[in-house]
Nanobody
Framework: VQLVESGGGLVQAGWSLRLSCVASGRTLSRYAMGWFRQAPENEREFVAS?????????YADSVKGRRFTISRDNAKNTMYLQMNSLKPEDTAVYYCAAARQVVAGGTIDYWGQGTQVTVFS
């Protein structure tokens, strides 16, 4: 499976971005999917995950309150992360991840190359 992220960029605090992750090679619906991020000098951290069918989602405490919304369209082999009310502390490289079992706390089988999100105040 190859995962390719897009949609990152440089935005002002309070603005929105939507990240996309397109999968190729195998049907996306076989995998639980998620987003991670890594800020400079920090470890990679979990952001959000979505089940194979898309009906169950899970978020890190740092993005709860629906600032971020994860979704997927299996027909398009694509996963999304809608990010609203962005803050400077959201600045990081965002990575798409796929797992045969679970994303949060589980083993990631495939990673994307990452897309940079930079939020300035």
């Amino acid at each position: 499976v190859q995962l390719v992220e897009s949609g990152g960029g440089l935005v002002q605090a309070g603005w929105s971005l939507r990240l996309s992750c397109v999968a190729s090679g195998r049907t996306l619906s076989r995998y639980a999917m998620g987003w991670f991020r890594q800020a400079p000098e920090n470890e990679r951290e979990f952001v959000a995950s979505v089940s194979r069918s898309g009906d169950i989602t899970y978020y890190a405490d740092s993005v709860k309150g629906r600032r971020f919304t994860i979704s997927r369209d299996n027909a398009k082999n694509t996963m999304y992360l809608q990010m609203n009310s962005l803050k400077p502390e959201d600045t990081a490289v965002y990575y798409c991840a796929a797992a045969r079992q679970v994303v949060a706390g589980g083993t990631i089988d495939y990673w994307g190359q990452g897309t940079q999100v930079t939020v300035f105040s």
